[in-house]
């Protein structure tokens, strides 16, 4: 049995993937507890591979987004198998303290070290994606996240605005994070689409 907090359709609202329609397994609980953590995941309801594989193959997107919580918690090799037998590309997000299964198509990784210390630190040693929550505190001038994750092989870099529910702390973060991306410009803006939206 797997504790899942929701499953619902929507489109991807962050991200390399951005804009594209996508399920989202939501699953409960988290092994980390952020200060600006905006996500309800503590409630949930217990549910068989099955049961999760049922509700899945109502909706028509391709792209299945597994997430938290921390998803690594409780994701499975045979859950991620048995996604791809129904057609689905199975993209994860995580924080990158606990090892995934192989066979996911797609890794978003989300370090919170920065804001959490070392027992925080990422294990994994790759991703598709790298995404930084963006906080004005962590992105110093003597601060330059490409060395500091420099030992994962990642594709994609995104700096994502810290979200911190005051409208002009975020206009001030938004435009030191569009700053920090002109100065390095290996780094890409990611903007949480979905809140502008005001979908899920």
């Known amino acids: 049995m797997?504790?899942?907090?929701?499953?619902?359709?929507?489109?991807?609202g962050e991200?390399?993937?951005?804009?594209?329609p996508a399920v989202?397994?939501?699953f409960s609980g988290c092994n980390l507890q952020c200060p600006f953590c905006d996500t309800n995941h503590t409630d949930g309801k217990e549910m068989t591979e099955g049961d999760i594989i049922?509700?899945?193959?109502?909706?028509?997107?391709n792209l299945v987004v597994v997430t938290g919580g921390e998803p690594a918690l409780q994701l499975t090799e045979s859950l991620v198998e048995m996604l791809h037998l129904l057609g689905k590309t199975v993209a994860v997000e995580t924080n990158g303290t606990i090892e995934l299964p192989e066979n996911v198509d797609w890794i978003t990784l989300s370090?919170?070290?920065?804001?959490?210390?070392?027992?925080?630190?990422p294990v994994l040693k790759y991703a598709d994606e790298l995404k930084i929550v963006f906080d004005e505190n962590i992105c110093k001038d003597d601060v330059h996240i490409?060395?500091?994750?420099?030992n994962i092989n990642v594709k994609h870099r995104f700096l994502q605005p810290c979200d911190t529910g005051d409208p002009e702390k975020n206009k001030e973060i938004i435009q030191k994070?569009?700053?920090?991306?002109?100065e390095h410009p290996e780094w890409r803006l990611s903007l949480q689409t979905h809140k502008i939206l005001n979908i899920r």
């Open 2 to 12: 797997m504790r899942v907090n929701e499953i619902f359709y929507s489109l991807q």
């Open 54 to 61: 049922e509700e899945v193959s109502r909706y028509k997107a």
């Open 24 to 26: 989202f397994i939501r």
């Open 15 to 20: 991200g390399f993937n951005t804009g594209m």
């Open 177 to 182: 994070t569009i700053e920090y991306c002109k």
């Open 111 to 121: 370090p919170k070290d920065m804001f959490l210390g070392e027992k925080a630190k």
């Open 146 to 150: 490409v060395s500091t994750y420099a």
